[in-house]
């Protein structure tokens, strides 16, 4: 069932405020230049930053981090997706596959998950956002305690010393905001969520939240709450 504008106003207090002032921040800094760029794991909150974004900007370039350990479910809809809207998609890949990372250094993502998503997500990512200027992300305030005191617009310092204006509109949106944002404008949500995954990453990282009030409490089985893609240089 689709819901009107107004129903998701009616239903969601101050949710149109929230999409108008999100809708102001893209525009303010999207001109449609190379240096502009949306990283997605094709979750919720990313899907809806990347279509307010690619309202203004089509052929944004798309950074999904292809770790090798996704779901079935995230590549499928992932080559959905990419297929449907057309996405600039770009699939950033790790040094070395897993089968070649699994018999250097074992199981890492069970012996030393830091050091798993260091390579297979951070290094990645830094080394393509080095050739950007302004990156949009999905992040949001309630999602975990380690974002609560995030900003809209903040200067992300990259290890080798470039810095970006890095921009996530959806900060102090509810997950309730994002759910109905995305209904009523027809965009289709990664399957997972309806086996009641709340936040969804690697799979041998991810499982069913352990705490109804942490969606990031299925994540690396509480042993921590980023991957490290957020974490500045210091």
Known sequence: MTVSSEASTSIVPGLEEKISAARSLVAAHVNGSPGECVTCSFQAEDMI??????????????????????????????????TAWNLNLINLTPRQSVPEQEAQFGILHQSAPDQCCKLRKVEPLFAALAEYATWFT??????????????????????????????????????????????????????????GYSSIGCEPCTSLPSDPNDPRSGRWSGRKQECGIHIQAQ
């Not at 307010?52 to 052929?59: A, K």
């Not at 292809?66 to 992932?78: I, L, P, S, V």
């Open 138 to 195: 999905g992040m949001r305030r309630e999602q975990a305690k380690s974002r609560a005191l995030m900003q809209a617009l903040d200067h992300f310092t990259l290890p080798g010393g470039k810095q970006l204006l890095k921009i996530s509109p959806l900060t102090d949106w509810s997950t309730r905001d994002v759910w109905y944002y995305a209904q009523e404008h027809g965009i289709p949500l990664l399957p997972l969520y309806d086996k």
């Open 49 to 82: 930053v990347l279509h307010m974004v690619r309202e203004i900007y089509p052929d944004v370039p798309v950074l999904f981090l292809d770790t090798g350990y996704h779901f079935a479910e995230t590549y499928a809809y992932r080559d959905e997706l990419a």
